[in-house]
């Protein structure tokens, strides 16, 4: 990835001189030059997003199919594997349909706001050491930038449901409003604790203090974060809202949920969002507890890009959350509600107590 940041710089370097050839101040052309290296990565956080939801729709047919004993998507492509393409085709084809009496602002936009924040918790991610599309909101506050991108999704539900005037996507919004407000105090408070061990807010500083001796520094192994680490990945099911948790949009009680109105590339920006999330929270996931990164066998490693690294672990975390899905039943709304404020916060204020400790009284924790 050091060919990738010096084609970047070379780039960076020549465009600014471009413009001050051209007459512009070089702090104009500097402006410019990062104004569109800003659009440069929205267009690539956007591709990702859409490459990865259509390999994880794929993945998730091919691992309920294994699970359940079948071959899942077999007909269109080699193994299937032109299914998903030609379904999101299909759907981007379909009439936009927006009901009567529904608010059509609110219907229109609610889509929009859940994938826009969705796409921004994507400014943070550090693929690589010093590989990060907002590099500068990661130096100092990438934790804080991710929790607040990530937490507008609940706006764009709560619009989509209300807007929608329709009783079952009302009832599917606020359950996922609930929801996650309830689930982002214990997954705030796991994340604490890993910024405390850390001492810093940065993604890319988080991933620098499990590097040392490969898998024996990552906070995974280390025992005073086992439970903030269990705490992070249950709460990872309910922000995404993903079977056990998948309350917002149950089937067999509210139709489909939020999104019961909703068609055509309106459904597609939900749907796009929901699968980014689930791949963006496991990289969360990695780069907090795996070392994101960071080869397991320690800094000597430079064979394999540590962006390769990264996509691994989080393709495990990925095939986790899928496996889950098609393991557990649906709890119901009230034992999901329990569960977080009587047992989560709790654990998760332990979690807090304990890492204070152990940074206090270990050196070097």
Known sequence: MSLVRTIAAAIHNWLTGLLTGW????????????????????VAIIAVMMVAALVLVYLERKVAGFIQARVGPLRVGPHGLFQTPMDAVKLLVKEDIVPARADKILHTLGPVVFFVSSMFAWLVVPWDNEVVIARLMDLDMGVLFFVGASSISIIGILMGGWGSNNKWSLLGAIRGAAQMVSYEIPMLLSLLCVVLVAGTLSFHGIVEDQSGMGLLS?????????????IFIICLFAEVARAPFDLPEAESELVAGYHTEYSGMKFALYFLGEYANVLLISLIVSVLFLGGWLSPFGPGDTIIPGVLWLLAKTGLIVFFVL????T???????????FAWKFLIPAGFAALAVATVVVSVVPGA
Request: a positive charge; hydrophobic letters at 60%; proline letters at 8%.
């Open 218 to 230: 990552w906070n995974i192994l280390r025992p005073w974060l086992w439970l903030p680490a269990l």
């Open 328 to 338: 557990l039943p649906r709890l119901r709304i009230d034992q999901l509600m329990s």
């Open 23 to 42: 007459g512009l101040p070089d702090d104009w052309a500097r402006l410019v030059v990062e104004i569109l290296a800003w659009v440069v990565g929205a």
């Open 323 to 326: 496996w889950v899905r098609w």
